[in-house]
């Protein structure tokens, strides 16, 4: 809100972008993501079941998760060997 209206500046980013939001985040919250998912050229959108807008304080390790698999996705050197040592 403090920006005011001009978010077609964001149409000038021509990155992959990923915006995560929460299944029981508020109404107002999932329209402002929706409106700047609409001027991203390159965006996907994560929806966290049963999660609300503090995802990454009750769900940090599903919220690291998305953004280690997109990390992952877009890197031009692919997905990193598995370092699972158990």
């Known amino acids: 809100d403090a920006l005011g209206v001009g978010i077609d500046r964001y149409t000038r980013i021509d990155l992959r972008t990923m915006l995560i939001e929460g299944e029981r985040s508020p109404a ?6 929706a409106d700047l998912a609409a001027t991203l050229a390159h965006v996907e959108i994560v929806t966290l079941d049963r999660q609300d807008h503090v995802a990454h ?5 599903r919220v690291a998760a998305v953004v280690r698999d997109f990390a992952h996705r877009i890197s031009p050197l ?3 060997p598995d370092t699972d040592s158990s």
């Open 28 to 33: 107002h919250l999932r329209q402002r993501l």
């Open 57 to 61: 304080l009750t769900a940090p390790e």
């Open 78 to 80: 692919g997905s990193p």
